[in-house]
């Protein structure tokens, strides 16, 4: 079962402008994190956030928490062409031992 | 350091057959995790495996199972395959440290015809 939801489904913008992914989960987590997939490969880990923490940056992504609203938001600033890809949050939740994924956010950075 | 390494990396099959599919984990990594993914369920979570045991398993039928070697080297086999087993499988390793990030591979594409 999905516990993370991306929104929105799919976001299609120019190079250089911002990119804004939200995600929302349903249970009380340990953890959410970010990963990427370029269209056929593997994940690729971006970026990890714990419960307790309400804001973090890596490069040219954000990360921000609310777990009193139980969503996340991933910001990439000057977005790229290179980062044309799909953005999925995951949680770690307290009761489970997996990292559950949603269902993605296609993102497309045209040049 | 060696990533991932997933094979075969594609695979065509036919319904009712079963298939074998291979993982080997960046060195060092002692937990291996398998995900499906289709277009339409997303990123579905089958199992894991640390240390030779199956540590936790997702909501897949039993025809799904794996097992993990000494050298944390994982497969995963599908039998009596369906239509509906069509799917990206992805394996990823990680630390066995409470929400160490996965590190993937980029996964075995299989058709079942």
């Known amino acids: 079962s999905q516990q993370g939801e991306e929104d929105p489904q799919a976001l299609s913008i120019q190079e250089g402008e911002n990119a804004t992914m939200n995600c929302s989960y349903k249970t009380s987590i340990n953890n959410l994190q970010w990963y990427r997939q370029n269209s056929g490969r593997g994940l690729v880990h971006l970026i990890l956030i714990r419960s307790n923490e309400r804001e973090k940056h890596s490069g040219r992504l954000r990360v921000t928490l609310d777990t009193s609203k139980k969503s996340s938001s991933l910001l990439i600033t000057a977005s790229r062409a290179a980062d044309t890809a799909s953005y999925f949050c995951?949680?770690?939740?307290?009761?489970?031992?997996?990292?559950?994924f949603g269902k993605g956010t296609k993102l497309s950075v045209k040049p | 350091k060696a990533g991932v390494t997933q094979t075969p990396r594609y695979l065509i099959k036919t319904r009712g057959q079963q298939v074998t599919l291979s993982c080997s984990p960046i060195s060092g990594h002692r937990s291996v995790s398998w995900y499906q993914q289709t277009p339409g369920q997303g990123l579905q979570f089958l199992f894991e495996y640390f240390s030779e045991t199956q540590r936790n398993k997702g909501n897949f039928p039993g025809r799904f199972s794996g097992r993990q070697f000494s050298n944390s080297r994982s497969e995963m086999n599908v039998s009596t395959l369906e239509l509906g087993d069509s799917a990206l499988y992805l394996c990823?390793?990680?630390?066995?440290?409470?929400?160490?990030?996965?590190?993937f591979g980029n996964g075995t594409r299989l058709t079942v015809t």
């Open positions: 995951a949680t770690d939740g307290r009761s489970q031992g997996n990292l559950i």
């Open positions: 990823a390793s990680s630390l066995s440290q409470p929400g160490a990030p996965l590190h």
